[in-house]
């Protein structure tokens, strides 16, 4: 599910950097560039203070913020020749920028500066902070607070804005009822329940385990169908049991 989720953060981060022309204060992952000035006025590190502000919105960083921030610090100074220092001054923006809140609206000005005439790049940018706020598969009041004064900030429009919302809780909510038939298809091949604590459940993997292991069976003189069968239960019944065990973790 993690790697999933962080994979459509890293398609969201190329469709934002793609093919957009760079004046010298701007992301362009076309060319290595080379900037000496200050990051806090490049929309590289103007896009690290807002995802900051959005990390922290909620009052702290999970695991799975802290990743997708990692990731996107090694994906924006790439872009530079002077990568490793480049990354140093984003990370340092970025644990400045989680001290409050007060400046918000001015960083997401300033944003809108660099990005007047390029509405479909704003409404990009918005989404990937949309993708920060629901990656932890919360989006709490005082997340979609901060992301709407944002998003108007960057003047973007309400129905745009309430269209991207709806499209991340309708993909959350796909991603919670997979989960879910996946865990009632593990209590289903271990012949378990949820009701069940986790002796039972590991009783019953056991059981499962003896009477499918390939090579106990091969020693009983079973036919070479029936051991290929029995492998695939195995792994079935081993996976279905690392989902349940993982479950109740």
């Known amino acids: 599910m993690k790697s999933i989720l962080l994979f459509f953060a890293i398609i969201a981060f190329y469709m934002l950097t793609r093919n957009y022309k760079s004046d010298g204060y701007n992301i362009n992952a076309d060319v290595r560039q080379k900037f000496n000035g200050d990051l806090k006025d490049h929309e590289a590190g103007l896009l690290i203070a807002l995802m900051a502000k959005v990390a922290k919105a909620d009052g702290h960083v999970s695991e799975l913020e802290a990743q997708m ?8 100074s790439s872009v530079f020749q002077n990568q490793e220092e480049v990354r140093g001054k984003l990370k340092a923006i970025y644990k400045k920028e989680l001290e409050g809140f007060e400046n918000t609206l001015e960083i997401a000005q300033k944003y809108l500066k660099l990005t007047k005439r ?3 790049k704003r409404l990009s940018t918005l989404e990937y902070l949309l993708n920060l706020a629901f990656i932890d598969n919360e989006f709490t009041n005082e997340e979609q607070m901060v992301c709407e004064d944002i ?28 989960q879910v038939n996946t865990l009632e298809n593990a209590y289903k091949v271990l012949g378990a329940s949820k009701e069940d604590d986790m002796i ?16 106990l069976l ?10 290929d ?6 792994q079935e019944i081993n996976e279905a049991y690392g989902i349940i065990k993982k479950s109740r973790a």
């Not at 590991?202 to 292991?213: C, E, I, Q, T, W």
């Not at 069968?229 to 195995?234: D, I, M, Q």
């Open 218 to 227: 091969m020693g009983k003189g079973a036919e070479q169908s029936i051991i």
């Open 229 to 234: 069968k029995a492998t695939v239960k195995l």
């Open 151 to 178: 998003a108007n900030a960057l003047e973007i429009k309400k129905s745009d804005f309430e269209n991207l919302i709806k499209k991340f809780q309708n993909f959350y909510a796909n991603q919670y009822n997979q």
């Open 118 to 120: 390029d509405y479909r």
């Open 69 to 76: 921030l990692s990731n996107t610090l090694t994906q924006l």
């Open 200 to 215: 039972i459940i590991k009783s019953k993997y056991k059981k499962l385990v003896r009477a499918n292991h390939p090579d």
